[in-house]
Protein backbone atom coordinates (compact mmCIF):
# COMPACT_ATOMS: atom_id res chain seq x y z
CA UNK A 1 0.00 0.00 0.00
CA UNK A 2 2.89 2.10 0.97
CA UNK A 3 5.02 1.49 -2.04
CA UNK A 4 1.93 2.39 -4.01
CA UNK A 5 0.89 5.82 -2.83
CA UNK A 6 4.48 6.37 -2.96
CA UNK A 7 4.60 5.68 -6.65
CA UNK A 8 1.45 7.81 -7.11
CA UNK A 9 3.05 10.55 -5.54
CA UNK A 10 6.16 10.55 -7.69
CA UNK A 11 3.89 10.18 -10.36
CA UNK A 12 1.88 13.40 -9.59
CA UNK A 13 5.10 15.00 -8.76
CA UNK A 14 6.76 14.21 -12.23
CA UNK A 15 3.28 14.84 -14.35
CA UNK A 16 3.38 18.40 -12.62
CA UNK A 17 6.33 19.53 -13.36
CA UNK A 18 6.92 18.50 -16.82
CA UNK A 19 3.71 19.57 -17.84
CA UNK A 20 1.39 21.80 -14.98
CA UNK A 21 -1.65 20.36 -15.73
CA UNK A 22 -0.76 16.47 -15.76
CA UNK A 23 -0.38 15.70 -11.81
CA UNK A 24 -4.48 17.38 -12.21
CA UNK A 25 -5.22 14.98 -15.09
CA UNK A 26 -3.46 12.02 -12.99
CA UNK A 27 -5.65 12.81 -10.09
CA UNK A 28 -8.66 13.03 -11.41
CA UNK A 29 -7.81 9.06 -13.52
CA UNK A 30 -7.53 7.86 -10.49
CA UNK A 31 -10.54 9.02 -9.01
CA UNK A 32 -12.56 7.97 -11.84
CA UNK A 33 -11.10 4.51 -11.63
CA UNK A 34 -11.65 4.36 -7.79
CA UNK A 35 -15.91 4.78 -8.49
CA UNK A 36 -16.10 3.43 -11.97
CA UNK A 37 -14.00 1.00 -13.10
CA UNK A 38 -12.05 0.01 -9.76
CA UNK A 39 -12.77 -3.95 -10.10
CA UNK A 40 -13.28 -4.23 -13.91
CA UNK A 41 -10.38 -6.08 -15.70
CA UNK A 42 -7.61 -4.37 -17.17
CA UNK A 43 -8.63 -1.58 -14.35
CA UNK A 44 -4.81 -0.47 -15.10
CA UNK A 45 -4.97 0.36 -18.75
CA UNK A 46 -8.69 1.74 -18.66
CA UNK A 47 -7.03 4.55 -16.20
CA UNK A 48 -4.24 4.88 -18.52
CA UNK A 49 -6.73 5.39 -21.29
CA UNK A 50 -8.90 7.62 -18.74
CA UNK A 51 -5.48 9.75 -17.87
CA UNK A 52 -5.08 10.57 -21.77
CA UNK A 53 -8.96 11.33 -22.30
CA UNK A 54 -8.60 13.97 -19.10
CA UNK A 55 -5.14 15.20 -20.15
CA UNK A 56 -6.48 15.53 -23.24
CA UNK A 57 -9.40 17.79 -22.48
CA UNK A 58 -7.55 20.00 -19.81
CA UNK A 59 -4.55 20.91 -22.64
CA UNK A 60 -7.85 22.07 -24.96
CA UNK A 61 -9.24 23.67 -21.80
CA UNK A 62 -5.52 25.59 -21.22
CA UNK A 63 -5.51 27.53 -24.64
CA UNK A 64 -8.98 28.68 -23.82
CA UNK A 65 -8.01 29.97 -20.06
CA UNK A 66 -4.42 30.96 -20.28
CA UNK A 67 -5.45 34.62 -21.97
CA UNK A 68 -7.23 35.42 -18.87
CA UNK A 69 -3.72 34.86 -17.48
CA UNK A 70 -1.76 36.83 -19.07
CA UNK A 71 -0.98 34.25 -21.98
CA UNK A 72 -1.04 32.70 -25.56
CA UNK A 73 -0.59 29.35 -27.03
CA UNK A 74 2.40 29.96 -30.04
CA UNK A 75 0.97 27.79 -33.24
CA UNK A 76 1.46 24.32 -32.70
CA UNK A 77 0.44 23.25 -36.19
CA UNK A 78 2.69 24.26 -39.50
CA UNK A 79 2.15 24.09 -43.21
CA UNK A 80 4.44 24.52 -46.13
CA UNK A 81 4.15 28.15 -45.81
CA UNK A 82 4.14 29.05 -42.44
CA UNK A 83 6.89 30.89 -41.11
CA UNK A 84 6.95 29.95 -37.86
CA UNK A 85 6.91 26.45 -36.92
CA UNK A 86 7.47 24.34 -33.29
CA UNK A 87 10.26 21.98 -33.75
CA UNK A 88 8.48 19.42 -32.16
CA UNK A 89 4.78 18.69 -31.34
CA UNK A 90 6.43 17.41 -28.22
CA UNK A 91 6.62 21.06 -26.56
CA UNK A 92 2.53 21.36 -27.53
CA UNK A 93 1.74 18.29 -25.51
CA UNK A 94 3.65 18.94 -22.75
CA UNK A 95 1.95 21.99 -22.57
CA UNK A 96 5.06 24.51 -22.46
CA UNK A 97 4.55 26.94 -25.67
CA UNK A 98 2.62 29.71 -23.68
CA UNK A 99 4.20 33.06 -24.00
CA UNK A 100 2.65 36.98 -23.09
CA UNK A 101 1.42 38.20 -26.41
CA UNK A 102 3.56 40.91 -26.30
CA UNK A 103 6.79 38.11 -26.85
CA UNK A 104 3.73 36.29 -29.38
CA UNK A 105 4.00 39.57 -31.41
CA UNK A 106 7.91 39.86 -31.32
CA UNK A 107 8.44 36.25 -32.89
CA UNK A 108 6.14 36.62 -35.51
CA UNK A 109 7.35 40.16 -36.66
CA UNK A 110 10.70 38.27 -36.60
CA UNK A 111 9.60 35.74 -38.58
CA UNK A 112 8.47 37.88 -40.94
CA UNK A 113 11.25 39.72 -41.20
CA UNK A 114 13.55 37.21 -41.37
CA UNK A 115 11.23 35.64 -44.32
CA UNK A 116 11.30 39.35 -46.02
CA UNK A 117 15.54 39.48 -46.22
CA UNK A 118 15.72 35.20 -46.76
CA UNK A 119 12.54 33.77 -48.53
CA UNK A 120 11.44 30.71 -47.53
CA UNK A 121 13.24 31.43 -44.18
CA UNK A 122 11.35 29.24 -40.67
CA UNK A 123 11.40 30.74 -37.30
CA UNK A 124 11.76 27.60 -35.36
CA UNK A 125 10.36 27.40 -31.89
CA UNK A 126 11.52 25.28 -28.48
CA UNK A 127 10.52 25.80 -25.21
CA UNK A 128 8.49 28.63 -23.87
CA UNK A 129 6.06 28.52 -20.80
CA UNK A 130 3.59 27.29 -19.21
CA UNK A 131 -0.14 28.76 -19.43
CA UNK A 132 -0.79 29.39 -15.65
CA UNK A 133 0.60 30.78 -12.38
CA UNK A 134 4.02 32.97 -12.79
CA UNK A 135 6.84 31.82 -10.76
CA UNK A 136 5.95 28.38 -11.73
CA UNK A 137 9.01 26.42 -12.64
CA UNK A 138 9.83 25.20 -16.27
CA UNK A 139 12.66 22.53 -15.59
CA UNK A 140 15.86 22.56 -16.31
CA UNK A 141 15.14 26.18 -17.07
CA UNK A 142 16.20 28.37 -14.69
CA UNK A 143 13.76 31.33 -15.90
CA UNK A 144 11.01 29.98 -17.63
CA UNK A 145 8.31 30.87 -15.77
CA UNK A 146 6.34 33.93 -16.37
CA UNK A 147 5.31 33.28 -20.18
CA UNK A 148 8.09 36.12 -20.83
CA UNK A 149 10.86 33.85 -21.72
CA UNK A 150 11.51 32.04 -25.31
CA UNK A 151 14.17 29.93 -26.86
CA UNK A 152 14.61 29.98 -30.79
CA UNK A 153 16.40 27.25 -32.42
CA UNK A 154 18.85 28.51 -34.51
CA UNK A 155 19.06 28.25 -38.51
CA UNK A 156 21.10 25.71 -40.36
CA UNK A 157 22.34 24.46 -43.40
CA UNK A 158 22.99 21.25 -45.20
CA UNK A 159 26.51 19.33 -46.32
CA UNK A 160 26.07 21.84 -49.41
CA UNK A 161 25.65 24.97 -47.17
CA UNK A 162 21.88 24.97 -48.65
CA UNK A 163 19.52 26.56 -46.10
CA UNK A 164 17.33 23.84 -44.52
CA UNK A 165 14.09 25.21 -43.51
CA UNK A 166 12.34 24.39 -40.46
CA UNK A 167 15.09 21.66 -39.81
CA UNK A 168 17.50 21.65 -36.52
CA UNK A 169 20.60 19.79 -36.19
CA UNK A 170 19.47 17.93 -32.86
CA UNK A 171 16.04 16.28 -33.02
CA UNK A 172 15.14 18.32 -30.00
CA UNK A 173 16.33 21.42 -30.88
CA UNK A 174 18.84 21.48 -27.77
CA UNK A 175 22.21 20.10 -27.18
CA UNK A 176 23.67 20.79 -30.64
CA UNK A 177 26.41 23.02 -29.27
CA UNK A 178 28.53 25.39 -31.42
CA UNK A 179 31.69 24.72 -29.71
CA UNK A 180 34.56 27.38 -29.40
CA UNK A 181 37.87 27.44 -31.34
CA UNK A 182 40.75 27.49 -29.17
CA UNK A 183 41.19 31.20 -29.68
CA UNK A 184 37.70 32.35 -27.80
CA UNK A 185 36.93 33.85 -24.74
CA UNK A 186 36.08 31.09 -22.18
CA UNK A 187 34.64 32.71 -18.93
CA UNK A 188 33.89 29.59 -17.58
CA UNK A 189 37.33 27.54 -18.66
CA UNK A 190 38.51 28.03 -14.65
CA UNK A 191 35.07 26.76 -12.90
CA UNK A 192 34.52 23.41 -11.49
CA UNK A 193 31.23 24.03 -10.10
CA UNK A 194 29.15 21.04 -8.98
CA UNK A 195 25.77 22.72 -8.54
CA UNK A 196 25.76 23.21 -12.37
CA UNK A 197 23.58 23.08 -15.45
CA UNK A 198 26.28 23.95 -17.44
CA UNK A 199 26.56 20.30 -19.28
CA UNK A 200 28.49 19.36 -22.72
CA UNK A 201 25.69 16.39 -23.06
CA UNK A 202 29.06 14.41 -25.36
CA UNK A 203 26.93 11.48 -25.34
CA UNK A 204 24.23 13.14 -27.40
CA UNK A 205 26.35 13.57 -30.37
CA UNK A 206 25.45 10.35 -31.71
CA UNK A 207 22.24 11.91 -32.60
CA UNK A 208 22.83 15.09 -34.37
CA UNK A 209 21.98 15.82 -37.59
CA UNK A 210 25.25 16.19 -40.56
CA UNK A 211 23.76 19.88 -40.34
CA UNK A 212 25.62 23.15 -39.83
CA UNK A 213 24.93 26.37 -38.40
CA UNK A 214 23.42 28.88 -40.84
CA UNK A 215 25.12 32.11 -39.84
CA UNK A 216 24.01 34.78 -42.23
CA UNK A 217 20.71 33.65 -40.89
CA UNK A 218 21.36 33.35 -37.33
CA UNK A 219 23.45 36.29 -37.13
CA UNK A 220 20.84 38.50 -38.97
CA UNK A 221 18.16 37.27 -36.27
CA UNK A 222 20.25 37.89 -33.18
CA UNK A 223 21.02 41.99 -34.70
CA UNK A 224 16.97 42.13 -35.64
CA UNK A 225 16.05 41.02 -31.83
CA UNK A 226 19.26 43.06 -30.43
CA UNK A 227 18.28 46.29 -32.16
CA UNK A 228 14.28 46.57 -33.41
CA UNK A 229 13.59 43.55 -30.98
CA UNK A 230 14.51 45.92 -28.47
CA UNK A 231 12.34 48.52 -29.25
CA UNK A 232 9.58 46.17 -29.51
CA UNK A 233 10.13 44.99 -25.67
CA UNK A 234 12.99 42.55 -25.85
CA UNK A 235 14.80 43.13 -22.71
CA UNK A 236 17.54 40.00 -22.51
CA UNK A 237 19.41 37.42 -24.86
CA UNK A 238 21.77 34.97 -23.74
CA UNK A 239 24.11 33.80 -26.01
CA UNK A 240 27.81 32.20 -25.35
CA UNK A 241 30.33 34.75 -25.64
CA UNK A 242 32.22 32.47 -28.25
CA UNK A 243 29.06 33.03 -30.55
CA UNK A 244 28.58 36.64 -29.85
CA UNK A 245 32.14 37.22 -31.33
CA UNK A 246 32.08 34.90 -33.90
CA UNK A 247 28.63 35.75 -35.35
CA UNK A 248 30.05 39.41 -34.83
CA UNK A 249 26.32 40.39 -32.86
CA UNK A 250 27.91 42.49 -29.86
CA UNK A 251 25.31 44.40 -27.73
CA UNK A 252 24.37 45.34 -24.60
CA UNK A 253 21.01 43.39 -24.63
CA UNK A 254 22.85 40.19 -25.47
CA UNK A 255 24.45 38.66 -22.23
CA UNK A 256 26.03 35.77 -20.95
CA UNK A 257 24.36 33.61 -18.20
CA UNK A 258 26.74 32.82 -16.20
CA UNK A 259 28.77 29.49 -15.45
CA UNK A 260 26.14 27.59 -13.63
CA UNK A 261 22.86 27.76 -16.10
CA UNK A 262 22.66 25.68 -19.01
CA UNK A 263 24.62 26.67 -22.12
CA UNK A 264 23.72 29.20 -24.71
CA UNK A 265 25.37 28.22 -27.78
CA UNK A 266 22.83 26.28 -28.89
CA UNK A 267 19.97 27.97 -28.66
CA UNK A 268 19.03 31.89 -28.59
CA UNK A 269 16.87 32.57 -25.35
CA UNK A 270 14.82 35.93 -25.52
CA UNK A 271 12.97 37.75 -22.87
CA UNK A 272 10.67 40.92 -23.30
CA UNK A 273 9.39 43.21 -20.73
Known amino acids: MMIRITAQTILFVALTLLTQ ?29 AFLLVYGGLHT ?28 PL ?25 DVFPGTVTVILDAGFPFLDGFPLLPHLSHHDGRKLDLAYYY ?28 TMPCANHDDWLTLRWDMNWFSRFLRPLELD ?15 EEKGVSKILLEPHLEKM ?14 AARHDDHIHIEVR
Not at 247 to 260: H, T
Request: with cysteine.
Open 247 to 260: LDVESENIRFQGCR
Open 215 to 229: RQRTSEALLWLSLTG
Open 91 to 115: YCLLNRHYVTSELEDVVFQLSEYMN
Open 157 to 184: VNEKAVYVPGQTRSPIGYWAFEEPISQS
Open 61 to 88: VSAIAAPHFGRVPLPCTSHSDDMVSMQS
Open 21 to 49: IGGLAYILALLLGRRLWKNAPLHHIITTV
